[in-house]
Nanobody, 125 residues
Framework: VQLQAFGGGLAQPGGSLRLSCVAS????????MGWYRQAPGKQRELVAS???????NYADSVKGRFTISRDIAKNTVYLQMNNLKPEDTAVYYC????????????????????WGQGTQVTVSS
């Protein structure tokens, strides 16, 4: 299973960007998909995640500004980022957790979580 992220780039403060990430390969199900970010000199942190029943989890710093959504049938996760701030500048990584691949007839087995390649988001005037 591989993840490929799209979007990112340069935005002005107060602007918007949209990230998307597609998972491909032998996929039976992916329970949780989300986005993390890592700014220079800082640890990678969770930005937002969403599981298959719609439960979401957001970092306090992005609540009310970012929205995570999923197209489960397409194994795709999106991150709509509004009212961007300079402190949102970071490399953003998509993540898929609790993945299962098809195994024998109608069955599945778990895989380790996966990371996509990072995509740079820069917020600057």
């Amino acid at each position: 299973v591989q993840l490929q992220a799209f979007g990112g780039g340069l935005a002005q403060p107060g602007g918007s960007l949209r990230l998307s990430c597609v998972a491909s390969g032998r996929i039976f199900s992916i329970d949780v998909m989300g986005w993390y970010r890592q700014a220079p000199g800082k640890q990678r942190e969770l930005v937002a995640s969403r599981d298959t029943d719609g439960t979401t989890n957001y970092a306090d710093s992005v609540k009310g500004r970012f929205t995570i959504s999923r197209d489960i049938a397409k194994n795709t996760v999106y991150l709509q980022m509004n009212n961007l701030k300079p402190e949102d500048t970071a490399v953003y990584y998509c993540n898929a957790d609790q993945i299962h691949e098809p195994y024998f007839a109608g069955g599945s087995r778990p895989l380790s979580n996966r990371w996509g390649q990072g995509t740079q988001v820069t917020v600057s005037s």
